[in-house]
Nanobody, 120 residues
């Protein structure tokens, strides 16, 4: 069982930056991938970014490429955190952002989310 807790959301002006954090606790493995999703009001949840266990492979939604960066601490150490650095934010980035864990091709664990609001 894995527990995920997001933090770092808030209100920012367009063009600004935020860094989200996801604290990971519980049982993890080298088969895990981690990711960020978001859900805007009235829209479906969408994938934002993902990262492999080693951190050597990252992938992004086209809408955030070049602006967002996902990274993670070494999960072999005690501290387990996944980050999402968001730069050049736009009003359309406004959403609740969720951290998630993927194992066996399934996103099976989710946090409760953190609100990001970008004003124009």
């Amino acid at each position: 069982q894995v527990q995920l807790v997001e933090s770092g959301g808030g209100l920012v002006q367009a063009g600004g930056s935020l860094r989200l954090s996801c604290a990971v606790s519980g049982r993890t493995s080298s088969n895990d991938e981690m990711g960020w999703f978001r859900q805007a009001p009235g829209k479906e949840r969408e994938f934002v970014a993902g990262i492999s266990w080693s951190g050597g492979t990252t992938y992004y939604a086209d809408s955030v490429k070049g602006r967002f960066t996902i990274s993670r601490d070494n999960f072999d150490n005690f501290k387990k955190t996944v980050y999402l650095q968001m730069n050049s934010l736009k009003p359309e980035d406004t959403a609740v952002y969720y951290c998630a864990r993927k194992i066996a091709r399934i996103w099976d664990s989710w946090g409760r989310g953190t609100q990001v609001t970008v004003s124009s």
